[in-house]
């Protein structure tokens, strides 16, 4: 009775506009009572009208009602506020809610649950809690915060609580289960199996806390760079601008066209640099959403709820490339003003001969988020292309069969027609394809060749240190002959030790200038390595000894 005393109390002390007690009440004339805020707020949005109204009978007025504060409403406000109001809302923030567990106990009006029991399977608010905590009948019962899945920790088939865990399903089990249709299997309690997966869990939080600091340390070190670039360019404009106020009119244009190329070289550079920052911060984001959703799950302390609940937790991405950013010496738009100096020095001379171009020096801004070399043939095999022999560069002697992935050095020329393309001294061959980004290929071969890449404009006759593959600055190769391996560049020759095998790997990273060989069985073995600049789009080729020497490129796919 108190409480509903309390409850009319309430509601006869509240603003209906916005249902807490009055705060400096006024009565309007037609005698219902309001904040004065409330009150003042609603009629200003009738201030169009020019009418004024009651919220509650709807009653109207003209001219706008002057307010004046109830004293004595307000004093009796103030009284019933000590003596019940606030016990009167705090005791029904007690009650359950339809959201909220609620005491399986308490009869009438249930209270809000404060702990749920996985022995007694109910739930107490902290009156009916006490027995748990005085009786020693109680002592090992498992309390857990209020959970309404209660009836999901009781197996379907047994009517038992599921305090075991069957590793062999998967699944959550009672003790008849282990000793039924789950026998033989690898069961063990659901607290150790907890236990377990809880370690693998921080093991996993442990990762996403490492990688998230690894991601902001590099978005910091792009942020230098792209103000690094900035200041580069900027310095470019100023000396270029400095430079061409010296020429005379007719170098005017070349002036604003150098400016522009820079600027533009500039947008191109510090776009591509932001673009590898924001993809890093929404690797975080979701790190850091990832990193949340697993520590809610190891705060369950349900078992069977976090058992339940665990499989779907995704698993982790890879990491969409390494945690290292590789920064060179700062060189973007210096070359450019050295042209322009240049330039200017030689103006008298290059007025009376031509005009000689002034081309901005290509500027790359190398920043990359360096992927590392795979370290396994399923790792390699991502990168796999499919390769195949040009016609119009081969050799008039060499055959080629199996959709020209093939090709054998024959007695008789064949029946190649003329092509400015084709190898005319040396037994060579490129494939059809260029190579850029990241590639990986395989060759079987015969005898003894040369598997080797190079550009496109490779001279196609004259001698060794023109055309032949290794020989060059233009190519690089790889011999195999039956006693041994040798890699040549640009006519040097290094020796290179390793099993040998009738299949080598060949793995290109174009941008990351990285060429590596390997010896491919039932393992792979790193034959060389060169690390260097690829300035062009470069094509594979082979290079064989003599009569009944063949390689084949291989499918991957």
């Not at 490129?430 to 015969?446: A, D, F, K, P, Q």
Request: glycine share 4%; with cysteine.
């Amino acid at each position: 009775m108190a409480q509903q005393g309390a409850q009319l109390d309430r509601e006869n002390f509240c603003c209906s506009i916005c249902l807490d007690p009055l705060k400096d009440p006024v009565t309007i004339p037609c005698g219902h009572s309001y904040c004065m805020s409330c009150i003042n707020n609603f009629w200003d949005g009738e201030d169009d009208k020019k009418i004024y109204s009651c919220p509650q009978c709807r009653q109207t007025f003209t001219p706008r009602p002057v307010l004046m504060k109830n004293t004595m409403f307000a004093a009796l406000v103030e009284q019933l506020k000590k003596t019940g109001l606030q016990a009167a809302a705090a005791a029904d923030l007690c009650y359950a809610g339809p959201e909220d567990v609620a005491c399986d106990v308490c009869t009438g009006r249930k209270l809000k649950a404060f702990k749920s029991c996985l022995v007694c399977l109910a739930s107490y608010c902290e009156n009916h809690l006490q027995p748990h905590y005085e009786s020693p009948t109680f002592k090992k019962h498992k309390l857990v915060d209020p959970s309404k899945k209660l009836q999901e920790n009781i197996c379907s088939r047994h009517d038992e609580v599921m305090k075991m865990f069957c590793r062999t399903d998967q699944q959550s089990i009672c003790y008849l289960c282990s000793v039924d249709e789950h026998k033989g299997h690898d069961t063990v309690s659901a607290a150790v199996e907890r236990t377990e997966r809880q370690r693998e869990l921080e093991v996993s939080r442990l990762n996403i806390q490492q990688r998230i600091q690894d991601r902001e340390k590099d978005v910091k070190l792009l942020h230098q760079e792209v103000e690094a670039v900035s200041r580069s360019a900027d310095k470019a404009v100023e000396d270029s601008e400095k430079i061409f106020t010296e020429l005379i009119r007719l170098l005017q244009k070349r002036s604003s066209d150098v400016k522009q190329q820079i600027r533009s070289q500039q947008e191109t550079e510090v776009s591509r640099v932001k673009e590898l920052q924001e993809k890093l911060q929404q690797e975080i984001t979701e790190l850091k959403r990832k990193d949340a959703e697993l520590k809610q799950l190891s705060h369950t302390e349900d078992h069977n709820q976090f058992l339940h609940n665990y499989p779907s937790v995704s698993r982790l991405s890879e990491p969409t490339d390494s945690s290292s950013i590789n920064i060179h010496p700062l060189r973007y738009f210096e070359d450019v003003t050295a042209a322009v100096s240049e330039l200017r020095d030689k103006l008298q001379d290059i007025l009376r001969d031509k005009w000689t171009n002034i081309s901005l020096t290509e500027t790359k801004v190398d920043v990359l988020l360096s992927e590392p070399e795979p370290t396994t043939r399923a790792g390699f095999l991502k990168y796999s292309c499919e390769i195949t022999l040009d016609p119009n560069t081969a050799y008039m002697k060499l055959l080629l069969s199996e959709g020209n992935r093939k090709v054998e050095v024959m007695k008789q020329q064949q029946s190649f027609s003329h092509h400015p393309d084709r190898f005319t001294v040396w037994y060579q061959v490129l494939s059809s394809e260029n190579l850029t980004g990241r590639c990986y290929w395989e060759v079987e071969w015969r005898g003894g060749v040369r598997i080797a890449i190079a550009h496109k404009n490779i001279s196609r006759a004259g001698g060794i240190n023109e055309c032949v593959f290794g020989f060059n600055e233009k190519s690089w190769a790889l011999r195999c002959d039956t006693n041994s391996y040798e890699f040549w560049f640009n006519s040097v020759k290094t020796p290179v030790s390793g099993p040998r095998s009738s299949r080598i790997g060949v793995y290109l990273d174009h941008r990351a200038g990285i060429l590596s060989f390997y010896s491919v069985s039932e393992t792979m073995t790193l034959l060389h390595r060169v690390q260097t600049t690829f300035t062009q789009p470069l094509y594979a080729g082979v290079k064989l000894n003599c009569v009944g020497d063949t390689s084949r490129f291989c499918k991957l796919k």
